[in-house]
Nanobody
């Protein structure tokens, strides 16, 4: 069992930045690929970014490439999502997720067994 707790969401103006954090507990952090997904009102959940189990591969949705960065701190069992140049269309609930021993296909939410409770990000225009 892995428990994931996100934090760092909030209200920011367009063009601003936020950093989301997700602390994992319960199992060895290094055995898991970590991903970020988001869901806006009335829309399906969508992939945002992910880091493979080994930590050498990262993946981004085209809509956030060049603006968002996923990173990890293994000593703190934490994965971060640095979000820069935020746009109103980035408004959503952001979820952290963990997939055991995964390295590829990380944009599919079906790969992830464990999910956090989500943190709201609101970008005003």
């Amino acid at each position: 069992q892995v428990q994931l707790v996100e934090s760092g969401g909030g209200l920011v103006q367009a063009g601003g930045s936020l950093r989301l954090s997700c602390v994992a507990s319960g199992r060895t952090f290094s055995n898991y690929a970590m991903g970020w997904f988001r869901q806006a009102p009335g829309k399906e959940r969508e992939f945002v970014a992910a880091r493979g189990k080994t930590g050498f591969s990262t993946y981004y949705a085209d809509s956030v490439k060049g603006r968002f960065t996923i990173s990890t701190d293994s000593a703190k069992n934490t994965v971060y999502l640095q979000m820069n140049s935020l746009k109103p269309e980035d408004t959503a609930v952001y979820y952290c997720a963990a997939a055991f021993q995964a390295e590829y296909g990380l944009s599919s939410d079906k790969l992830y067994r464990y999910w956090g409770q989500g943190t709201q990000v609101t970008v005003s225009s």
